[in-house]
């Protein structure tokens, strides 16, 4: 939150300045609840009041519940991108391979959808670098891949081409203390890309250069989006955080009494208000009285008879541990978990039916995911071929993992018996992802498959050369 974002930006235009306000306007907005979902997703939300004072020796007691970082972290492990392919079947050609290792793409994929889930959203942007001295007129160009997450970036969506029609970027600092460089992306009120940056007099327009695609060089990954809210909803929404309030309240009452378990309440009968008073005429804190081994208190001066007192049954943990699990049950059913991942455990281990269910939703949103994320992933990949000079553009799509990775088998057994049927061919690009195959399994299989219709090719051609034609079948008898 002490990121200091700049409100003027000199070689701007009106209109452009204008959208430029507005944009910081909607990302500043957004940012203090964006904050307080990634305090969630660190374990450092604060406590919440619990409805009464807490004794000095709750003050050091930290507690700290991954539960949203765990339901995270459980979907974006099955929403993972192990490669690409091409729509048409064929091998990758170089420039995608190499934008793909130079950008690092499979952990930046698994970084913005991660973000993305934290955040409801996060964006991608292809950068054009310059590789070479113009001066010598030996200029190339490169893609660079670069996520923006949501307390950094915002944008303008279009509804009606269900796209981002401007987008601000902030380039900050790796200790996100600075802001170091500001791209501006817009369709309108002109197709252009401008990039900002600081000097000693403030923050300029550095270059500013016509988009010619029609679309910016920015994509939105959004997580459950809708007509509504096209940036996606936040998996750590309202429900997650008012859970893993309640399980830290219970975490902390449950830490004070261990402090106080050995000691059984007590009554007292017949005492007054001024047997409770320190020297200074203040009443003594409860938890006080509590602690205290020895409990000395004078006659009553009005009646001079002694005061009576007495002790209750110690306390029980049960009713914290009951108010846990009931908590960790809501949890996991809002997050789609089994109740047993939250790491409380019960007395009635969750069946293999409710475990398979709870799975089964999850591999549901995973899929819809694939879906959310699959479509960003073409274009950027698109609009990078084009940032990349020499490259012959070719479509491109991500190579999910399957999500039900527990399940493989099962899928394998569905894929054979699709074969055997004939309603699959063996060496299809269905069969492959049915399969579960990686980039270099399909990779090895694509090089066989043709090594194998290129010796039936030759085969065929040598049984032509070798079988007597039709017109003339004693054509290889001999004369006598």
């Not at 793409?105 to 670098?129: E, K």
């Not at 009931?326 to 009635?348: E, I, K, R, Y």
């Not at 299809?428 to 694509?446: C, N, P």
Request: with cysteine; hydrophobic share 40%.
């Amino acid at each position: 939150m002490s990121l200091t974002f700049p409100t003027t930006i000199s070689g701007l235009g009106s209109a452009e300045q204008r959208l430029y306000r507005t944009l910081l306007r909607r990302l500043l907005n957004k940012r203090k609840r964006n904050a307080l979902r990634r305090a969630y997703m660190d374990g450092r939300n604060e406590l919440h009041d619990i409805g009464y004072a807490l004794p000095p020796i709750a003050a050091d007691i930290d507690i700290v519940v991954g539960w949203p970082a765990k339901a995270v972290e459980a979907l974006a492990n099955r929403v993972v991108m192990d490669g690409l392919q091409s729509e048409d079947g064929m091998d990758l050609t170089e420039h995608i391979k190499t934008i793909v290792s130079s950008n690092d793409l499979l952990s930046m994929a698994d970084s913005v959808h991660t973000d993305a889930m934290v955040y409801s959203c996060s964006f991608v942007a292809v950068h054009r670098d310059i590789v070479g001295d113009p001066d010598m007129g030996n200029v190339t160009y490169t893609a660079v891949l670069q996520e923006y997450t949501a307390d950094v970036a915002t944008g303008i969506w279009d509804k009606t081409k269900h796209r981002l029609d401007s987008a601000l970027l902030f380039d900050v600092s790796d200790d996100y203390e600075q802001v170091i460089g500001i791209h501006l992306m817009m369709q309108h009120p002109r197709k252009a890309i401008i990039n900002i940056v600081p000097d000693d007099e403030g923050w300029h327009v550095q270059d500013d250069y016509v988009n010619r695609e029609d679309r910016i060089p920015c994509e939105l990954f959004a997580f459950r989006p809708d007509e509504r809210r096209p940036f996606g909803r936040s998996r750590i929404d309202r429900t997650v955080m008012s859970l893993t309030d309640s399980a830290v309240r219970t975490f902390v009452r449950s830490e004070v009494q261990a402090e106080l378990y050995s000691v059984p309440p007590r009554y007292i009968i017949g005492a007054s208000e001024q047997m409770f008073t320190d020297g200074t005429g203040k009443l003594i804190p409860r938890w006080q009285l509590m602690l205290d081994q020895m409990l000395i208190l004078p006659h009553d001066p009005e009646s001079g008879e002694n005061v009576q007192v007495g002790q209750f049954t110690q306390y029980s943990f049960e009713p914290h541990s009951a108010q846990l699990r009931q908590t960790a049950t809501m949890f996991a059913s809002a997050t789609s978990l089994p109740p047993d991942a939250m790491g409380v455990l019960t007395d009635n281990p969750s069946s293999a039916e409710a475990i398979d269910k709870a799975q089964k939703e999850l591999c549901l949103l995973a899929e819809k995911c694939q879906r959310w994320f699959g479509t960003p992933w073409q274009h950027i990949l698109a609009r990078a071929q084009k940032e990349t000079s020499g490259a012959t553009e070719i479509r491109v799509r991500p190579q999910w993992r399957n999500p039900a990775t527990p399940s493989r088998a099962a899928a394998a057994d569905a894929a054979v018996k699709l074969v055997q049927a004939n309603i699959l061919p063996a060496d299809s690009e269905v069969t492959y992802d049915m399969l579960d195959l990686s980039g270099e399994q399909r990779k090895i299989l694509r090089y066989e498959r043709r090594e194998k219709e290129a010796q039936a090719a030759l085969d065929a051609m040598s049984m032509q050369m070798q079988t007597p034609t039709a017109a003339n079948p004693d054509s290889n008898a001999g004369g006598g």
